[in-house]
């Protein structure tokens, strides 16, 4: 069954490839093997290079966007590296991820995927294998095991077989050798053997005589863990690995390691796809073999040198005999010696075909049928070798020795003198010829290795200095023909938060130079990678890589594969990504600028205008920035003028201090202070608020503030209240009157009764009458001096006092009855500026009401004692200062106000007893607000009333 292309041109499938990692060995060599196998089947691929889903601490890389991208409309197929995506979730969120690339045909590698093909490297066997090595050959028992991360297939399928390798010997697994689970990553080996060594002190030798790590990123870091600790490899520790990455071949100690098939595993995924593409049965499991490979760190020689000494199957098995075959009939064992130099091969194209050429060659070569024929061989099988991509590759050379050195051991036994000679001479060449190759290959790969990273570092530095896209543009066509890499498209997300949406293509270059995308670019669905139409009209192959700085999506680059290092394209990435955020850095920059800019007129203007006075001050309350309005109340034309100074410069020192003292508080406490009404200069008023400056890091760094002048408005309230008092006048006309003529009439009474009492010289009548007439005068003077109080304006005599000693005084004064228990605690040590004399008014009043409310509850005499002079309440008079303020509490135990009352206590007239004009707390109020204060007032009926005199105070320490 032939499917339907979805690619441009409609002549080619086009396949996917979700990978990550393929600059590091084993995401090389997949994606290697992916591009050799689509290249193969002449079908265009798209390499989707994203990250981890999840990583061991539940977090999500941005760089999975990617994989989004990814989709049905595009591709025809998809291989997917299933194991390492999903390495750190669970198997149905595997699973769920992959539904969405339904209904696409499907490949998984490494990991179980619902309705897909898998191919999988075997990984049991391969540990299975080195933990018998280690126990058989070596004799180690004490074997610990490094593990990596959690849910990670290949990860657990090597740990079961360290598990049942022990198991087969006969040897327990000790958890002491067994580390939890680990993220692949070299500080994963580092902390193993810190584990094993230093928290559960294990004697090298004796505890643990061997690592096995599941991956040969752990067992290089254990090596040289263990060489800075001293501890000989292998002598006191065995070190084996797995993946055979390429520099454990080339380490301190090579690495005993397990060689997977990752190579031919992306090779033979895409072999599948397109089989079951074109209709082909396809195999729903594909396991590919591992091979372990032999180094020093377990304690054997390298398996080239083994080769070298190595006796031959037939020698094994005494198959020669005495009558040892001449050169002539060597042909009878030419399939057994051929087999034998395949078992010994280490590379995939390394195969029978080259084998069969050398066997054959050297043989004509001995026979003298074509003297020198192998080595031109030889030259020949390197020549095909000489293009390998990266170090890792380098195992054809190697292959190539250890069939040399196969041949050697068979050919040797059945030489004479003569012809022995000669192979020497020719085995010893061409060991020459491979070493000088393989020397020249390496070389070549470290030029082209170092040339790529000169060009990067330069495309790099370049892109540093770039900060808009034509100069990105620029930056790439000079630098990305000197990488190898054909074409790019450079698109940028046009709503990051749905990338799955719409891009926009910002650059576009080819072989045939840069692409015009416009100034503004070019709009496209995203999941389509490019615009319509600008697909090349040829076989491609493309790395799609995320662009993203930090957790913000910029958009996504595509390259044309051009070198085989996967390490190149990733450097670009986040070098491209890096000048991304940079251009859009510029941008708000500039953005903001003008927005500063358009806010820096505004408050200019609005600084030039306002009546309002504004200030900025620093941490010493020192001016830093006022405006003209706030300059011109000060006698000056230029605001400038009065930067550095202070308020002490023009207040008087009571108001400057009190100024001072509340921005202190405010920078201390980073509490604004708001609405607050306060005197400046003689008789003029200004409503401020005040906040705390700040810097970019959020530290305070000062104030500022704004006042605006309520004098007009204090006069006018002044007035108000004036004519207010003198329409309540006429109210008081008639309580006045009313409770001015009650005890009149009763001195009335008086007078008449002391002239009665006279005629009837009844002395103690004349005193008892007296001492009522007396009573009711002072009540009639009372009323008169309440009503003096409310109705006249007398200026205030103020002077700074310290609170406590003062009333201390006044309560000395104060004559309380007998039956009252009156106490004191005073713990404010606060001066206030006060009008003596009016203060004294406010104490007396409150401190008579609460002895009234007091009798009111228990009159004299019906305290329950038999004595009438026992107490019947008690009133406290106490003192305290906080930090903007000092108080007076004035509390009694007794009756309490009624809640409906409440609210009416300050007005005049009103009253709660049935006598009295009921200015009390009206006058008690009024004076408070004279002197910047207030006063509050709780009662709860039945217990009693606390009476709070409050006044703004300097903070911390008294006036002088």
């Not at 750190?88 to 998984?108: A, G, N």
């Not at 280690?134 to 990860?155: P, V």
């Not at 074509?370 to 195992?395: A, C, H, K, P």
Request: glycine letters at 8%; a neutral charge.
């Amino acid at each position: 069954m032939s499917p339907v292309l979805k690619n441009n041109s409609r002549k080619r499938p086009t396949i996917g490839y979700l990978a990550l990692r393929i600059g590091d060995n084993v995401g090389q060599s997949l994606w290697n093997g992916v591009a050799d196998a689509a290249k193969a089947r002449g079908v265009n691929l798209i390499c989707f290079a994203g990250n981890r889903l999840r990583d061991p601490y539940g977090r999500t890389s941005p760089a999975n966007t990617i994989y989004n991208l990814a989709s049905a409309g595009l591709l025809d197929g998809l291989v997917t590296w299933a194991s390492a995506v999903g390495a750190d979730i669970t198997d149905k969120e595997i699973i769920r991820f992959h539904r969405r690339y339904h209904p696409l045909p499907l490949v998984s590698i490494g990991q179980t995927v619902d309705g897909a093909s898998m191919v999988v490297v075997e990984n049991y066997h391969g540990i299975f294998n080195c933990v018998s090595h280690l126990i058989e050959k070596h004799g180690r028992r004490k074997i610990a095991f490094i593990r990596g991360t959690i849910n990670h297939h290949y990860s657990e399928e090597r740990y079961r077989g360290y598990a049942d390798a022990l198991a087969k010997y006969g040897i327990n697994i000790d958890p002491y050798l067994v580390t939890p689970y680990g993220d692949f990553i070299p500080a994963t080996g580092i902390a193993a053997i810190r584990l094993f060594l230093d928290e559960r002190k294990l004697v090298p030798g004796i505890d643990i005589d061997s690592v096995v790590a599941a991956s040969d990123i752990f067992a290089l870091a254990v090596i040289e863990e263990l060489s800075r600790r001293n501890i000989n490899i292998p002598g006191d520790i065995a070190v084996v690995g797995f993946n055979d990455a390429a520099e454990s071949r080339f380490g301190k100690v090579p690495l005993t390691t397990v060689r997977p098939s990752f190579y031919e595993t992306g090779y033979r995924a895409v072999e599948s796809l397109i089989d079951f593409i074109d209709g082909k049965s396809v195999p729903k499991e594909i396991i590919l073999p591992s091979q372990v490979i032999i180094r020093r760190s377990c304690g054997c020689s390298s398996f080239s040198l083994e080769q070298v000494t190595l006796k031959t199957d037939a020698e094994k098995s005494g198959l020669y005999g005495e009558d040892k075959p001449s050169i002539e009939n060597i042909f009878k064992f030419r399939e057994q010696i051929i087999r034998e130099m395949m078992k010994v091969s280490v590379a995939k194209n390394v195969g029978v075909t080259a084998a069969e050429c050398l066997f054959d060659s050297f043989v004509r070569d001995l026979e003298k049928k074509s003297e020198g024929v192998f080595i031109d061989e030889l030259n020949r099988l390197l020549q095909e070798y000489e293009n390998i991509t990266s170090i890792s590759e380098s195992s054809s050379f190697v292959s190539i020795q250890n069939m040399i050195s196969v041949l050697r051991r068979w050919f040797l036994p059945i030489l004479d003198a003569h012809n022995k000679d000669r192979a020497e001479n020719i085995w010893q060449q061409s060991r020459v010829i491979v070493a000088e190759a393989m020397e020249l290959v390496q070389a070549s790969l470290l030029f082209q290795a170092k040339h790529r990273a000169v060009v990067l570092r330069e495309v790099g530095q370049a892109l540093l200095t770039t900060f808009d896209i034509r100069s990105l543009m620029g930056v790439f066509e000079k630098g990305l023909p000197r990488l190898d890499i054909p074409s790019v498209f450079l698109s940028l997300y046009e709503d990051p938060g749905k990338p799955e949406d719409k891009a926009r293509l910002m650059l576009a270059y080819n072989e045939k130079g840069r692409v015009e995308a416009g100034t503004g670019g070019i709009l496209f669905d995203s999941t389509q990678l490019v615009p319509e139409g600008m697909w090349p009209d040829r076989r491609y192959s493309y790395v799609a890589l995320p662009l993203h700085f930090q957790d913000i999506q910029l958009g996504f680059i595509l390259c044309e594969a051009g070198p085989r290092e996967g390490e190149v394209y990733e450097t670009l990435r986040v070098q491209l990504s890096n000048v991304l955020q940079g251009y859009f850095l510029v941008q708000k920059v500039e953005e903001r600028s003008a927005q500063l800019r358009r806010q820096q007129y505004i408050l200019d203007t609005f600084m030039q205008n306002i009546p309002d006075c504004i200030y900025f001050k620093d941490l010493e309350s020192r001016f830093t920035g006022v405006n003209p309005a706030l300059a011109r109340r000060f006698g000056f034309r230029d605001p400038k003028e009065l930067i550095g100074k202070t308020d002490f410069d023009f207040f008087p020192a009571l108001q400057a201090r009190k100024k001072f003292e509340h921005e202190q508080e405010i920078m201390r406490t980073g509490k604004p202070l708001l609405n607050f009404e306060e005197p400046y200069g003689t008789g003029n008023w200004e409503i401020t608020t005040k906040m705390p400056l700040r810097d970019e890091k959020d530290r305070i760094i000062g104030t500022f503030g704004i006042s605006h002048d309520i004098t007009e408005m204090k006069n006018a309230q002044a007035e108000l209240m004036r004519q207010e008092r003198l329409a309540v006048l006429g109210q008081l006309t008639a309580t006045v009157a009313h409770e001015i003529r009650n005890p009149l009439s009763t001195v009335r009474t008086s007078v008449f009764a002391i002239g009665r009492a006279l005629d009837l010289n009844e002395i103690g009548r004349v005193r008892k009458s007296l001492e009522m007439a007396e009573r009711n005068v002072l009540r009639c003077d009372h009323i008169i001096t309440e009503l003096l109080d409310y109705t006249r304006d007398r200026a205030p005599d103020r002077g700074l006092q310290m609170l406590d000693p003062w009333l201390g005084t006044v309560m000395d004064e104060l004559v309380i009855p007998r039956e009252i228990n009156c106490v004191r605690e005073l713990n404010c040590r606060a001066a206030i500026v006060m009008d003596k004399e009016s203060l004294r008014r406010v104490v007396i009043n409150v401190v008579n009401n609460a002895i009234e409310a007091i009798r009111e509850k228990s009159p004299p005499g019906e305290s329950g004692s038999k004595e009438s002079s026992s107490e019947t309440g008690q009133i406290s008079v106490n003192t305290r200062s906080t930090s903007s303020r000092a108080e007076i509490i004035i509390k009694d135990s007794g009756c309490g106000i009624p809640e409906l009352a409440a609210g009416n206590l300050f007005k005049p007239l009103f009253s709660t007893k049935n006598f009295g004009l009921g200015l009390g707390l009206a006058i008690v109020k009024k004076i408070m607000e004279q002197h910047d204060g207030g006063v509050e007032i709780k009662s709860r009926v039945g217990e009693g009333t606390s009476v709070i005199l409050w006044f703004l105070t300097p903070l911390d320490k008294p006036q002088e």
